[in-house]
């Protein structure tokens, strides 16, 4: 199946007026493109600033590929948004056992038309100090099993000093460079038929986000720390901006006052 005339010119005129902004405002190098698979799959990136969603949404239409994202449930009743990710077939994320099987129904609708779904295995943009991926959630794991779609880790960096980790302004002086990366599927095959336990997803979790971190480094040529930021291991909440509790100032290292 292909997506549907009505998401198609829906994202056809979302990206008339996102492109050209991107394009203005940072340089960008894209790799590894002909490693997206010609079907449906889940695109993996890692989180580190508000506008890492329309950096790989980018990417992926200009490759003709639709993006999907996992939304908040409750920007679906924000209007004209709402309309918007209704229109373009995004994913409501809610909490209820009924709304969670809408919601993976979206999605292989989605994978079945030949979509991606973007999902940040973080949950929200990494706490850690460096901008390192973090511990992963489970929800790209049991999703890839459940359903034998293939996962597509994602890397970029660049971004984040045009658009700084909750920040509230753009630096578009000197221009900046994104840079993108796309890695082989990730091979879950070890864990294909074991039952959806906390091991399976677990490991399965880490062999993505160990895919993630890997190209990252690449991109950095930097060394990951030997140990993924946990944030339950640093009484940080999984969601929210954590500074705004008095934890840990984004990027430096110290403790806010």
């Keep these: 199946m292909k997506e549907p005339a009505k998401s198609r010119a829906t994202l056809a005129v979302v990206a008339a007026i996102v492109r050209p902004l991107f394009n203005l405002m940072m340089d960008k190098k894209w ?9 449906g799959f889940i695109a993996a990136p890692n989180h580190c600033t508000e506008i890492d969603p329309l950096i790989v949404g980018h990417l992926l239409y200009n490759h003709r590929i639709a993006p999907h994202f996992l939304a908040k449930s409750g ?4 209007p004209v948004l709402g309309w918007v990710l209704r229109a373009t077939k995004q994913i409501p994320v809610e909490r209820s056992t009924a709304g969670a099987n809408r919601s993976l129904q979206l999605a292989q609708e989605i994978v079945a038309e030949g979509g991606a779904i973007i999902i940040y295995p973080e949950g929200t943009l990494t706490r850690d100090p460096d ?3 973090m511990k992963g959630h489970t929800g790209a794991a049991r999703l890839a099993l ?3 779609i293939p996962v597509v880790p ?3 960096w660049g971004a984040h000093e045009v658009f700084p980790r909750y920040g509230k302004r753009f630096h578009l002086f000197p221009r900046k460079k994104s840079r993108v990366v796309v890695g082989e599927p990730v091979d879950l095959s070890a864990f294909t038929g074991r039952p959806l336990d ?3 997803l677990t490991g399965a979790t880490d062999a993505i986000m160990d895919a993630i971190t890997a190209l990252l480094a690449d991109i950095r040529g930097e060394e990951p720390p030997a140990e993924r930021w946990d ?3 640093q009484q940080q909440a999984k969601h929210g901006r954590f500074m705004e509790r ?11 006052p």
């Design 146 to 148: 459940e359903g034998g």
């Design 198 to 200: 906390k091991a399976t």
């Design 75 to 78: 920007l679906f009743k924000v």
């Design 231 to 233: 944030p339950a291991k």
């Design 31 to 39: 790799e590894g493109t002909d490693k997206l698979p010609a079907g």
């Design 154 to 156: 994602i890397a970029h």
């Design 131 to 133: 901008l390192w991926p």
């Design 246 to 256: 008095g934890q840990q100032q984004p990027g430096t290292g110290t403790d806010t």
